[in-house]
């Protein structure tokens, strides 16, 4: 999941309503002085891990951060494709075995641990209690509307996805209208 990839996940409205009210609830922080507090955070936190004197490049205050739109939609994606692609890994492992019925797919939590997708949400979101509200909207959204985020994952059960090393030519004619 890479972080300088443009997210597929665009934020609508509720996401910006979410996004204004946990930002307003972190921190009175605004414009430049915000993006300059969350970069010294993010800066501090990443000498620490290189450090070996952690206690010197970590803030002595507690740093107010905010979570740009950006960052809201990279985890967003990321979280999406975590869970993707841990159920196609579920699937494929039910294919081992021999099968009387038809499986029913696990639980969230089951598939996705908490503990996971906060380690994978530290690397954009440097603020723990941060990243637990994110995770919490995001677990409420799925919920609200029944399934994925991104809207391909609608179509693109994990059971049905072959990698596609090229379409036959008059396939992709046809797929064009030119035939």
């Known amino acids: 999941y890479e972080e300088r990839e443009v997210?597929?996940?665009?934020?609508?409205?509720k996401d910006i309503a979410w996004l204004h009210n946990v930002n307003t609830k972190n921190g009175q922080n605004s414009g430049l002085f915000a993006a300059a507090v969350g970069l010294y955070h993010q800066?501090?936190?990443?000498?620490?891990?290189?450090?070996?004197?952690a206690a010197a490049a970590t803030p002595s205050t507690p740093?107010?951060?905010?979570?740009?739109l950006d960052t809201f939609e990279k985890a967003i994606n990321m979280l999406e494709l975590m869970h993707f692609d841990a159920v196609k890994a579920w699937w494929e492992e039910q294919?081992?075995?021999?099968?009387?019925s038809a499986p029913e797919i696990p639980a969230m939590k089951?598939?996705?641990?908490?503990?996971?997708?906060?380690?994978?949400?530290?690397r954009l979101v440097p603020?723990?209690?941060?990243?637990?509200?994110l995770l919490e909207?995001?677990?409420?959204r799925r919920q609200q509307e029944g399934g994925p985020?991104?809207?391909?994952?609608?179509?693109?059960?994990?059971?049905?996805?072959?990698?596609?090393?090229?379409?036959?030519?008059?396939?992709s004619a046809a797929a064009a209208g030119l035939r």
């Open 7 to 13: 997210p597929e996940y665009d934020a609508d409205d």
């Open 127 to 133: 603020d723990a209690r941060l990243a637990v509200q």
């Open 149 to 171: 985020l991104l809207a391909r994952l609608w179509f693109e059960q994990p059971w049905k996805v072959r990698p596609c090393r090229g379409w036959p030519a008059h396939a």
């Open 137 to 140: 909207h995001w677990l409420r």
């Open 43 to 53: 800066v501090a936190q990443r000498i620490a891990r290189t450090s070996s004197d």
């Open 95 to 100: 294919q081992s075995g021999p099968s009387a």
């Open 110 to 122: 089951r598939l996705l641990p908490r503990a996971a997708a906060l380690e994978a949400l530290s």
């Open 63 to 68: 740093v107010e951060v905010r979570l740009s």
